[in-house]
């Protein structure tokens, strides 16, 4: 070996080594001043009890705490910051649901190590392990089995603020809720989405406002293919949990007849083959029909042993849950029609949406 390449791998080792050191030096910073913020908080809170008229007392010392402290550590420390760390405080203080946050979710997130071997502190070691950003952004959700959620998401799938606000503003936990019991519905709440069967995968509907493509545009399936191929990233995130994609036009062929399937993903955890079929419209019985045939031949041709049944999901625009029902058999778990928007709906529209 020469020496050119002897120090090129030694170079790559110790680079490794040093980004690793410095990921783990911001993950212990950003925890240690999200759990001073929450202490912050504490003081504030506390200091507000003692006074009497305490609306009045609480904004006079938040403005004279404020100037101090701007004065002696610089910006961030504005009378809005305060307040986000006395609310923060407020919020996670009294959680319920601390000790319910999983060995698994701990375990998966890359940024809790150092501080679940080192804190005795039950809020420490289970919940301050996002950025302030996004604890700024959870606080803001009022309903705490929705907050609990996407707290755990977040954690488990190393979300951005950025994804994070996408996942809510989609309605994700509302989108998932509505498959489920109460049992289900509390399970989400206590330990994110669990995926142990084919209907834990499916959201009815699914949010495609990052293809770009205006919800009133005429445009064909093999044009949403296209986009959905060039946001495949975007589009593996909205499936959620476990997907990997295999294959575009999938060709099959039996009896000298040729048939495609749009798209073909794998899902590590159910381990199975998912296989999607776009439309263009309402959902028709024969768009069913043709994908049980699909999945028909997926289990008896290219499933391997240990591997369970093909799932099938046909995307449209819309669809009649009865038209569905009288299709499918009653015990069917592996067929699925949802829909699909291009835009991001609002409130009220959502509401419409997912009630009808």
């Not at 206590?190 to 995926?195: A, R």
Request: charge should be negative; aromatic fraction near 10%; hydrophobic fraction near 35%.
């Amino acid at each position: 070996m020469s020496k050119e390449v002897q120090n090129t791998n030694l170079f790559q080792q110790v680079a490794v080594l040093l980004k690793n050191a410095q990921q783990q030096v911001l993950r212990t910073v950003n925890s240690t001043m999200v759990y001073t913020y929450f202490e912050i908080g504490r003081v504030i809170v506390e200091e507000e009890q003692n006074g009497k008229e305490r609306a009045e007392y609480g904004k006079k010392i938040l403005k004279g705490l404020s100037e101090q402290l701007t004065k002696e550590f610089g910006k961030g420390f504005s009378v809005d910051n305060l307040q986000n760390m006395r609310k923060f405080y407020l919020t996670y203080s009294n959680y319920e649901t601390l000790s319910s946050i999983s060995e698994d979710v701990k375990i998966k997130s890359e940024t809790s190590s150092s501080i679940l071997e080192k804190s005795d502190s039950p809020v420490l070691t289970l919940h301050f392990i996002l950025s302030w950003s996004h604890y700024i952004f959870l606080m803001n959700i009022d309903d705490a089995k929705e907050r609990k959620f996407y707290e755990i998401e977040s954690i488990k799938h190393q979300w951005s603020l950025r994804e994070l606000k996408r996942q809510y503003n989609s309605a994700l936990y509302t989108r998932l809720a509505l498959s489920r019991d109460k049992e289900g519905v509390l399970k989400l709440s206590e330990e994110g989405q669990i995926i142990e069967k084919p209907k834990d995968i499916i959201k009815d509907p699914y949010i495609l406002e990052f293809l770009g493509l205006p919800e009133m545009k005429q445009y064909s399936e093999s044009e949403l293919e296209q986009e959905i191929i060039n946001k495949l990233e975007h589009f593996l995130l909205e499936l959620g949990e476990g997907f990997a994609f295999v294959a575009r036009q999938k060709r099959i062929t039996f009896d000298d007849k040729h048939f495609y399937i749009d798209l073909v993903f794998y899902n590590r955890v159910l381990r199975s083959f998912v296989l999607i079929d776009l439309k263009i419209g309402e959902l028709k019985h024969q768009d069913l029909g043709q994908m049980q045939m699909y999945v028909n031949y997926y289990d008896r041709e290219m499933r391997l042993e240990g591997e369970n049944k093909t799932i099938g999901i046909v995307l449209c625009q819309s669809k009649s849950d009865l038209l569905v029902e009288y299709t499918l058999p009653d015990n069917n778990e592996q067929i699925f029609a949802s829909k699909y928007k291009t835009i991001l709906p609002s409130k009220e529209d959502f509401k419409r949406l997912i009630e009808g």
